[in-house]
């Protein structure tokens, strides 16, 4: 099955600095790569998300990039508030939505005022 | 729009005790449903999903079971808790188009 491998697990950073979280997967034949955003207590809500033939996607503060040759994808926070604090998931899957998401063991994220 | 009802929102239960949370969801049919688990300060652990009605696919051995009774219903339960069954309890749903998961509330289990 898919393996999905985060880092870091947590990190701290200024705000208006930027934020750069990594994911791997095992399987390549998944297509459809998914960032959660969870606030203490909350769930997982989407924040952004990249198929498999699109190599970077952005939306206002965040982008993500895909590479597809390495099995790896990354998250781009730019210019980051407090409320962007949080924990963040990757997750990966392929085929129909009849397969389960596979996350990462998420990122605690803490921007510092 | 479609929405998704997890109940109850907090729960504490001793050793020993059975387990039943519930999911619903609304405003879509056959949809593919799932139950995760997330231990604190830990990631998301897919502990059953289920394409249909009867359908139900284990992640995980333990000694949780899950049942699909109806097309928008989705039970966790358990006969006797053990305190390694205390986290935080994530019922989500997706359509067939391989798109994102839509979570509940989540239940947050205390086994004592």
């Known amino acids: 099955g898919e393996n999905v491998e985060q880092h870091p697990s947590t990190l701290s950073v200024q705000e208006g600095d930027s934020a750069v979280i990594k994911c791997t997967y095992s399987?390549?034949?998944?297509?459809?790569f998914p960032w959660y955003k969870q606030e203490l207590g909350k769930r997982p809500q989407l924040i952004i998300d990249i198929r498999s033939n699109v190599g970077e996607k952005k939306d206002q503060r965040i982008a993500v990039t895909l590479n597809k040759t390495a099995k790896h994808f990354s998250l781009h926070i730019t210019e980051t508030q407090p409320e962007d604090s949080a924990v963040y998931f990757c997750a990966a899957s392929r085929g129909t939505g009849r397969r389960a998401l596979t996350f990462g063991s998420g990122t605690r994220l803490q921007v510092q005022p | 729009s479609q929405t998704i009802h997890q109940w109850p929102a907090t729960l504490v239960q001793p050793v020993g005790s059975p387990l039943s949370l519930e999911c619903t969801v609304e405003?879509?049919?056959?949809?593919?449903l799932y139950w995760y688990r997330q231990a604190a300060g830990r990631g998301l652990q897919l502990l059953f999903y289920?394409?249909?009605?009867?359908?139900i696919s284990s992640e995980v051995p333990q000694n949780l079971s899950a049942s699909r009774p109806q097309d928008r219903q989705f039970i966790l339960s358990s006969k006797k808790l053990l305190l390694s069954d205390s986290g935080f309890y994530l019922c989500?749903?997706?359509?067939?188009?391989?798109?994102?998961?839509?979570f509940g509330q989540g239940t947050r289990l205390t086994v004592v």
């Open positions: 989500a749903w997706r359509d067939n188009q391989n798109t994102e998961a839509f």
């Open positions: 289920s394409v249909g009605i009867g359908q």
């Open positions: 405003g879509t049919s056959n949809p593919n």
């Open positions: 399987d390549s034949a998944s297509n459809y």
